[in-house]
């Protein structure tokens, strides 16, 4: 089974250098270049499946863990945990790669760095995959992701942390408990056994320090700024939703798809926020878009 090498970058921030982990798949000499970036509190491995078929079709993958994510470090400032750090890290680890042009797939979070990238002047994304994410984001989707992010938990067990997760995961659609297990694992650290041993989430729970700061003033100023980016989009772009998704609307998605780059909107019933790019028909979807002559 094809299995990815572990890479590091350094990225610039306001106290100094942080290391970026990304997860590097395929022919290194490819230039096919898919980039897969997570949501807000996951890590790049969550695109194993995907990555696996983009490689049978001849694509170079890479994952990044985005800083305080995974195998990154963190932040001294958890401040710096918002978009524009993400799309500056992000250069930089496209600088890295060497390659002119990288197609993007992100979800959620993965899906507005995206979309900030792909919006810059001479941007290197070819073509932008936002899986369940807009520029105008519902309330009612920040309020329940605030009820988890960032507290304070440890499991005994792998199983323990499984059900735990799956419990405000319900969003991410049917998955069998393989598949599931096998999304879990990434998202796990061992906690030492001098602390009580077990497990806790693989994130820095400062990440919640910049997400409670937002106010209504905050947001609306940040839902302008995104829609601005939305409209000097230019490259093709898939517009993924869960039919049943409290973060990204019905009427946003349509929206999308009559401005800036018209996306093609395909949604999967079943299914909240967010697809994870595990079951087959989704995995089609990515793969016939981005191998689109």
Do not use: K
Not at 68 to 93: F, H, K, N, Q, W
Not at 256 to 268: N, Q, S
């Amino acid at each position: 089974m094809t299995e990815p090498r572990l890479a590091f970058v350094r990225c610039l921030d306001t106290r100094g250098l942080h290391r970026m982990a990304y997860w590097d798949w395929g022919d290194p000499a490819s230039q096919r270049v898919a980039v897969c970036v997570h949501g807000l509190s996951r890590q790049g491995r969550d695109f194993d499946t995907l990555a696996r078929d983009l490689v049978a079709d001849g694509w170079r993958v890479v994952c990044p863990d985005v800083v305080g994510r995974g195998r990154s470090e963190r932040l001294a400032d958890p401040m710096g945990y918002v978009i524009p750090t993400y799309v500056a890290d992000m250069v930089t680890l496209v600088a890295r790669l060497g390659v002119e042009q990288v197609d993007w797939v992100g979800t959620s979070m993965g899906g507005l760095i995206g979309l900030g990238l792909a919006a810059l002047q001479g941007s290197p994304v070819r073509r932008l995959v936002l899986n369940d994410v807009g520029p105008t984001i519902q309330p009612a989707a920040l309020q329940r992701i605030g009820t988890y992010l960032g507290a304070p938990v440890r499991w005994a067990t792998l199983d323990e942390a499984a059900d735990a997760l799956w419990a405000i995961s319900q969003g991410f659609g049917p998955h069998t408990r393989e598949q599931w297990l096998a999304l879990t694992r990434p998202q796990l650290v061992a906690v030492p056994e001098a602390e009580g041993g077990g497990f806790r989430p693989h994130y820095d729970p400062a990440i919640a320090v910049p997400f409670r700061a937002i106010t209504p003033e905050i947001a609306a100023a940040g839902e302008a700024m995104l829609w601005q980016a939305w409209d000097r989009l230019r490259c093709p772009t898939l517009l993924l939703r869960g039919a049943q998704s409290d973060l990204l609307s019905h009427a946003t998605a349509q929206a999308m798809c009559e401005r800036g780059p018209r996306a093609r909107l395909v949604e999967f019933d079943g299914v909240g926020h967010a697809p994870m790019l595990v079951q087959p028909e989704q995995r089609a979807v990515v793969r016939e878009f981005l191998n689109a002559p």
